[in-house]
């Protein structure tokens, strides 16, 4: 995995506050949305299995300032924050 510090320190010097958000992938959700698909538009289940086995949370003492995981809710999204 490629690392976040460049991203991260070049926000860093351009004087931002820099926050990490992440979507934990909802695997069989996508494999239902992608098996009403046709065409191009479907992609093979294991793709979908394969990029959601290589994601990799972010974690605060990458150097974040904030780290948030965003979860999916019946009214909207819920925002919780990981520390340490």
């Known amino acids: 995995m490629p ?3 460049p991203l991260i320190a ?22 239902l949305r992608n098996a009403g698909r046709s065409g191009k538009a479907r992609v093979p289940d294991q793709a979908i299995h394969g990029t959601a086995a290589k994601l990799v949370p972010p974690r605060s003492d990458e150097g974040f300032d ?19």
Not at 10 to 30: E, H, M, T
Not at 69 to 82: C, K, N
């Open 10 to 31: 070049a926000a860093r010097a351009a004087g931002f506050r820099v926050i990490a958000c992440f979507f934990p992938p909802d695997v069989p959700q996508a494999l």
């Open 66 to 84: 904030a780290v948030y995981v965003v979860h999916g809710a019946p009214d909207g999204y819920s925002l919780e924050e990981i520390g340490d």
């Open 3 to 5: 690392s976040r510090a």
